[in-house]
């Protein structure tokens, strides 16, 4: 006769994201490579289980000022007038260390449903105390579903830069 173990899908109580061991970014496809960049001011919290964040969008970083400024323009995340993107999960399932998270995530504004796919880790305590506990993730997005719709033709004719935008976090949650 065998047992299994129940793993809940992510711990219960509520977490906080631990900012300075966490990371939040985004890459596309542009032109001959990729095109990164990352959010430094974002909140994530693990709330009975349930996963929603938020990132800044003025918190955008890339490796210049001017595509920063560009990024937050009307032609991308339009800042002024949606300063957040939000997630907000609806169910969360786990198969070990592998995670499935089925929720919404709003970009300028839209609403969309996300299937986001990664790892969790079990709780364990820290040096200092704490309870923590991992999630690593990420999800894949058409950016024009969310009117984020800016090109710039390459002399082929072809957009220089993808539709299709990869989102990732890397998150050490820590029990409230």
Do not use: C
């Not at 509520?14 to 001011?41: A, C, E, I, N, Q």
């Not at 938020?54 to 032609?75: R, Y």
């Not at 993107?85 to 995530?105: A, N, P, Q, W, Y």
Request: proline share 6%.
């Amino acid at each position: 006769m065998s047992s299994t173990i129940e793993q809940i899908a992510l711990p219960t109580g509520t977490w906080k994201v631990d900012p300075v061991h966490s990371d939040l970014g985004f890459s596309v496809d542009y032109m001959s490579g990729t095109f990164r960049g990352t959010f430094s001011k974002f909140d994530v919290e693990v709330v009975e289980g349930q996963l929603r964040g938020s990132a800044e969008v003025s918190s955008v970083q890339v490796k210049d000022e001017n595509l920063e400024a560009h990024l937050q323009s009307p032609d991308f995340f339009d800042a002024e007038r949606h300063p957040q993107l939000r997630f907000e999960s609806k169910s969360v399932r786990r198969d070990g260390e592998r995670v499935t998270i089925d929720g919404e995530i709003t970009i300028k504004g839209e609403t969309r449903p996300v299937e986001i796919t990664g790892t969790v880790t079990d709780p364990i305590s820290d040096p200092f105390g704490n309870e923590r506990f991992g999630l690593r993730i990420q999800t894949a997005i058409d950016r024009t579903a969310f009117g984020v719709s800016w090109n710039n033709p390459l002399p082929s004719g072809e957009p220089a830069l993808s539709n299709d935008v990869r989102i990732e976090a890397e998150l050490q949650l820590v029990k409230a």
